[in-house]
């Protein structure tokens, strides 16, 4: 991995976005924490539909319908930004705890949202009146969230990774 | 004056003290304020695009808004809280920050866009809430929402990027050691404490370690052309890999040395030996203190680059010590460019033909 970071780091499009990195990393990390407000409102309205804290005006199915499109055209803009980021400072992403454990969260994330919708428009019957009931499907709606949470805390410490950086899968200095 | 005198005991309340000696409060406060802001902005975009007809088009407007409204102040709140207390831990520095300024003058931009919706469209919807969008004004309020906050997203970020303004850096440093950690660069760092003459000074610590180190690791690993042809010398014997793994360490070392606050760019006295293209020590001492999380972020990079040399010393493997001592060379050059002999023409035309990092 840290053979393939150095060399990712010297690759044309790194060197490009690293020679004009006073202006082109904050503008895609801005571009990065948009996303994150779009996946994180979406997938607001979604868990809160299904918790039935909010929204009840509106069916499960219409839910999904309104906010399902814009989850996923998030995490697509996350993954193209997050992506130019990797390339932009390979070493400083691939190397960390934070980046990776952050990669697993991002992973369980999409495995729930493409679940959910999966089953919402094969079953949308059920999820009015049956699923939203049960308790296993409440839990997965509140992990949803906490997940969101966990991605932009680990986000966010990929800058701090000292702090827990000795867990990091860098050679020991 | 006052203001300044103001912010100042702002960063010397035990609360901000406290955040800044510990290592977790920060990043953690740091985080919950994106938290935070990713539901004010995923909330208020949900209303935004009901207003411009785009989205939720079908759901009446006062249900949704007072909904969404209760979450958004929420958030808000949080927002504003976590930003109070990271801009208390190092106040003056964020005051003179243009980026933070213009990120508090789009926060209220954004309150009066608010008010201006409230007191137009706002007063009348009953009268449109089931049509597909709001009438004019309050798609205008809509899009200008929308861009104000992408905006303070953005010059939010930006704040970890720039240096600190003119004023931050005549006033007297902050009692902080603050910038020790932030290796990241992710925040604006607070000026570093005055030079220390008992110190070794960056020039001394170059001359006495990082370029003999650099120098017998570049050597280590070179194509040689003589009248046996061209051969590629590269560490063989346990000893000449052990001896690379000496000079590696010394280079991942020499980043805590060389980013310790008060360490002085030259000894007194000192001069160029080449004004034409190089910066003199006081100019060299003027950019690390106003640009000290730059300078930081640049060790860093030397740090990272070694560090990888090791794990390449570890496994024997020539090809990635070649990469990470191309990577080191490259840190070398970019921060020696950019601090040293940024006047040298030649040397940035070479740096940006080998594909080097110029800024």
């Known amino acids: 991995m840290n053979d393939f970071a150095v060399w990712l780091s010297t690759t044309p499009p790194s060197v490009f976005i690293q020679a004009h990195e006073v202006w082109m990393i904050p503008l895609i990390q801005s571009l990065h924490i948009v996303g994150i407000g779009i996946a994180v409102g979406s997938a607001l309205m979604l868990a809160l539909r299904v918790l039935e804290w909010l929204g009840t005006d509106q069916s499960v199915r219409a839910t999904q319908l309104r906010f399902g499109p814009w989850l996923t055209g998030a995490l697509c803009l996350l993954l193209a930004s997050g992506g130019l980021l990797v390339i932009a400072e390979p070493v400083r992403e691939l190397i960390t705890i934070s980046f990776w454990m952050k990669m697993l969260c991002v992973a369980l994330l999409t495995a729930l949202a493409i679940a959910f919708q999966v089953s919402v428009a094969r079953e949308a019957q059920q999820w009015e009146q049956v699923l939203v009931k049960r308790p296993s499907v409440r839990l997965a709606a509140l992990l949803v969230l906490v997940v969101l949470g966990c991605i932009i805390l680990l986000g966010r410490l990929i800058a701090y990774d000292h702090i827990w950086g000795h867990l990091s899968p860098a050679p020991k200095a | 004056m006052e203001i300044s005198a103001w912010l100042q005991s702002l960063e010397e309340t ?25 539901v004010v902005f995923g909330t208020i975009m949900i209303v935004d695009l009901r207003l411009l007809g785009v989205a939720s088009i079908q759901r009446p407007f006062a249900r949704m808004s007072s909904e969404l409204l209760a979450i ?24 003179d920050n243009t980026s933070f300024r213009l990120k508090m003058v789009l926060v209220v931009l954004a309150g009066i866009n608010m008010a201006l919706f409230h007191s137009t469209a706002g007063r009348t919807v009953g009268r449109w809430e089931r049509d597909r969008a709001a009438p004019g004004i309050g798609r205008v309020t809509a899009t200008l929402s929308l861009t104000l906050w992408i905006a303070v997203i953005f010059a939010g970020r930006v704040i970890g990027f720039t240096t600190t303004g003119a004023q931050a850096r005549q006033a007297a440093p902050p009692a902080s050691n603050f910038d020790d950690f932030l290796t990241g660069g992710a925040t604006p760092s607070a000026d570093p404490p005055a030079p220390d003459p008992s110190k070794m000074s960056i020039r001394t610590i170059m001359a006495a370690m990082v370029d003999p180190s650099g120098d017998f690791l570049f050597a280590s690993m070179a194509d040689v052309s003589d009248e046996k042809g061209i051969t590629h010398k590269a560490p063989t014997t346990a000893q000449d890999w052990e001896a690379v793994r000496h000079h590696l360490q010394v280079l991942i070392d020499a980043e805590q040395l060389l980013t310790q606050p008060g360490r002085r760019a030259a000894e007194p006295g000192d001069r160029s030996s080449n004004p034409a293209v190089e910066n003199e020590p006081e100019e060299v001492q003027r950019l690390l203190d106003s640009e000290h999380s730059d300078f930081v972020r640049r060790a860093a990079r030397l740090r990272d680059a070694a560090t990888l040399g090791l794990q390449a010393v570890a496994a024997h493997d020539k090809a990635a010590l070649f990469a990470a001592i191309t990577a080191i060379d490259k840190a070398c050059e970019s921060c020696h460019l950019h601090y040293w002999y940024p006047n040298d023409q030649r040397a940035h035309q070479a740096a940006h033909e080998e594909g080097g990092i110029i800024e």
Not at chain 2, 87 to 94: E, K, L
């Open chain 2, 14 to 38: 035990g609360l901000a003290r406290g955040i800044r000696d510990s290592l977790y409060i920060f990043p953690m406060l740091e985080a919950l304020h994106v938290m935070a802001l990713s």
């Open chain 2, 72 to 95: 958004t102040w929420g958030a808000f709140a949080v927002a504003a809280l976590t930003g109070t207390l990271l801009f208390m831990t190092n106040a003056r520095v964020y005051a």
